[in-house]
């Protein structure tokens, strides 16, 4: 076997494989005889079936799956041995001729190989980078208590409308005379949430409802130039009331008004367990809670202003864009070049970044284990219980889901970039120099959408 590698600048390669008879052919032989062994034909006991004919029968493709083995086993070994930082996969080469398998060769293969371009990405403590610390203020945790209050509270029954109540009642088609038309459209049990009537005037009417009232107003005229809501309200499809001019009477039988639940001992249980002293111990716990959730919120736009800021200092970079757009093109096959073009783009800036952050995690020696995916299974699950004000999850509950999670291949990849970042994040912010800054929620998520 003879390997050469070429290249014609610093980022296109050429890798040349010629694979001779003595390279496969035991290999083959070995397959050979065990097809021989198990081939059933007529005519023959089994394991008696005459070589001549198993190797006719199976001779060129055993060859050429053992050359496609050796093939691809010996060109990553040769990249991985000469340490040549292959970007995407080899494709061949343009001067590559048909092999003919059915021979003994020698065979010679060719291809392309895109390589990284030759860079250092280095941070020490003379780069400064911002940190922006989220400020818990009153006003987060009086928005945390509100949602809290709100996610345990309940509709109850009232007498009189208000806010974002909702009124159940009986509809009624009138007539130009203000009497129900004979044959009209008619709905009992419709539903209508007045603060979510368009009309301005139609909305009006509504104002001081009681239970028992009867208003009438116009669908169309509250609902303007949404015939699927009016459709929705009146039971009906769309085409029905396409030319639906008339008033309506609307008989309110049901007030429903949601009722945030009490700050009390029985939200402070619900919320974070046994244990709560006072409204002052439950405000605390979740100024902590916040505080552990925000900083996750800090250290992401610590590690994006990181990629800013390294992506700066290592500069513009040459790739070798018409190999990578083949590339990418070979892996989008249905997509078209339309596709590569719109996208390549951002790929190549995903890819730079990608070899940056693999410089820096060299740099800083970060090894993922297994305790380190399950912390971030963790994490992730919390969160996730979080967004629905679950907060007092048990340990081992969540030691029960990040397991489940981590035991799933399409998760597995995410689970590792995210711990890689966490523990990049962390190395970075004791190597550079922080310049701190103390920010509300609301502008840093207002930074957040700027950027």
Do not use: C
Request: glycine fraction near 6%; avoid cysteine.
């Amino acid at each position: 076997m003879n390997i050469k590698f070429e290249s014609a600048d610093k980022i296109n390669g050429v890798m040349t494989i010629s694979i001779e008879q003595a390279d496969y052919q035991e290999a083959v032989d070995k397959q050979l005889k065990n097809y021989r062994k198990k081939a059933q034909v007529p005519g023959f006991r089994p394991g008696m079936v005459p070589m001549g004919l198993i190797k006719k029968q199976y001779g060129t493709a055993v060859k050429a799956d053992e050359v496609n083995r050796i093939l691809g086993e010996k060109l990553y070994e040769y990249v991985r041995e000469n340490k040549i930082q292959m970007l995407g996969e080899p494709l061949p080469n343009e001067s590559q001729k048909p092999q003919d398998l059915a021979g003994d060769g020698p065979f010679e293969f060719v291809f392309d190989i895109a390589v990284a371009p030759e860079f250092k990405a280095e941070l020490t403590n003379k780069d400064k980078i911002d940190f922006y610390a989220i400020k818990v203020d009153d006003k987060l945790i009086d928005d945390q208590v509100k949602m809290y209050a709100s996610q345990a509270g309940e509709f109850v029954e009232a007498k009189e409308w208000s806010g974002n109540d909702t009124l159940k009642g009986d509809l009624r088609q009138l007539d130009e005379k203000g009497n129900t038309l004979e044959g009209g459209i008619t709905v009992e049990g419709g539903m209508i949430m007045p603060s979510y009537v368009k009309g301005e005037d139609e909305k009006k009417k509504f104002d001081g409802a009681k239970l028992g009232d009867i208003i009438t107003f116009n669908p169309k005229k509250a609902y303007p130039d949404n015939d699927a809501e009016v459709a929705a309200l009146l039971k009906t499809d769309k085409e029905a009331i396409k030319d639906l001019t008339s008033d309506f009477s609307f008989q309110i039988t049901e007030i429903r008004h949601f009722q945030p639940a009490a700050v009390d001992a029985k939200l402070f249980e619900k919320v974070f367990g046994e244990g709560v002293k006072d409204e002052a111990d439950f405000r605390q716990r979740i100024a902590d809670s916040l505080k552990a959730q925000l900083v996750l919120n800090s250290d992401f736009k610590f590690l994006r202003d990181v990629r800013a800021y390294v992506e700066k200092k290592v500069g513009d970079l040459q790739f070798p864009e018409a190999l990578l757009k083949r590339v990418m093109l070979n892996n989008n096959k249905e997509k078209g070049e339309e596709f590569v073009e719109k996208n390549f783009k951002a790929s190549i800036d995903e890819l730079k970044w990608h070899l940056i952050k693999e410089q820096l995690v060299a740099a800083t020696q970060i090894k993922v284990e297994d305790a380190d995916l399950k912390a971030v299974a963790k994490d992730a699950m919390r969160a996730q219980f979080a967004q629905y004000g679950m907060t007092n999850i048990p340990e081992d509950v969540l030691e029960n889901y990040a397991e489940e999670q981590l035991k799933k291949r399409e998760n597995l990849d995410n689970f590792v970039d995210r711990a890689v970042d966490v523990k990049l994040t962390e190395a970075l912010k004791g190597i550079v120099k922080l310049n701190e800054k103390e920010v509300t929620l609301d502008e840093f998520n207002k930074m957040m959408q700027e950027a």
